[in-house]
């Protein structure tokens, strides 16, 4: 599972690459034993552009993956306040605020 989660990781971050805007505030992720993930984001404001760009971002995850995997999506909107103590899953990108 380790490995699973490595791997993906790094792909998350190949896909993100260019994709992140201002309005992005937290990306973080979980696995889902060894065939899917969940990628969580937290935008300050509601965003088509960026939510056009997170779809993107999955669909670079999946052509990354040499087999089919699993991978939901769950965006909020949210300007509240971001602490070490309130991410739950794995971080990728975290705003400095």
Not at 34 to 63: A, P, Q, W
């Amino acid at each position: 599972m380790d490995n699973f989660k490595n791997k993906q990781e790094s792909i998350i971050h190949w896909a993100l690459l260019g994709a992140i805007s201002s309005n992005v505030r937290l990306i973080t992720f979980k696995t889902h034993e060894d065939d899917g993930i969940t990628i969580f984001c937290t935008l300050e404001t509601e965003s088509s552009d960026d939510r056009s760009e997170l779809n993107n971002v999955v669909n670079t995850i999946n052509s990354l993956n040499e087999n089919p995997i699993n991978i939901f999506l769950n965006i909020d909107i949210s300007t509240d306040l971001i602490s070490s103590k309130t991410i739950k899953h794995s971080p990728i990108y975290w705003r400095k605020e």
